[in-house]
């Protein structure tokens, strides 16, 4: 997603090219893009220069939008109602906090990081 908001507005990318360019396996980026475009969080583009793109501007897309379609609802852990009510209270706390930061980061905020090197800072795991 990352890499799709630093091509905003430049059209179409490829997966091929973002597998390259982040030494990613394209199978892998298949399987992440299926579910977001399912969610309307990207578009694709058929066609010789095809590949894929933004649905909205990076502006309008949170971390907390992403992670929710790739990962499930964010939760830390699973809050028991017969858990005692100061950890309860605790780790509903902690979630909400979690979901506030996620939801008010967007993907411009995290792609118009500039790091000195974005590979330093940004783990892919498969």
Excluded: C
């Excluded at 066609?47 to 501007?57: D, E, F, Q, R």
């Excluded at 499930?72 to 979901?99: F, H, N, T, Y």
């Amino acid at each position: 997603m990352m890499a799709l908001a630093k091509k905003y507005g430049e059209g179409p990318v490829s997966l091929k090219s973002i597998a390259k360019e982040h030494s990613l396996s394209e199978h892998y980026l298949e399987q992440l893009i299926a579910p977001l475009r399912n969610a309307i969080l990207v578009k694709s583009v058929r066609g010789a220069y095809g590949g894929y793109m933004l649905s909205k501007a990076p502006s309008e897309i949170t971390a907390g939008d992403i992670i929710r379609v790739l990962e499930g609802p964010i939760s830390p852990v699973e809050v028991l109602d017969d858990e005692e009510p100061a950890k309860r209270d605790l780790w509903i706390k902690i979630r909400d906090a979690v979901k506030d930061v996620l939801d008010s980061t967007t993907l411009e905020d995290l792609a118009s990081y500039e790091g000195k090197d974005d590979h330093e800072y940004y783990m892919f795991y498969i």
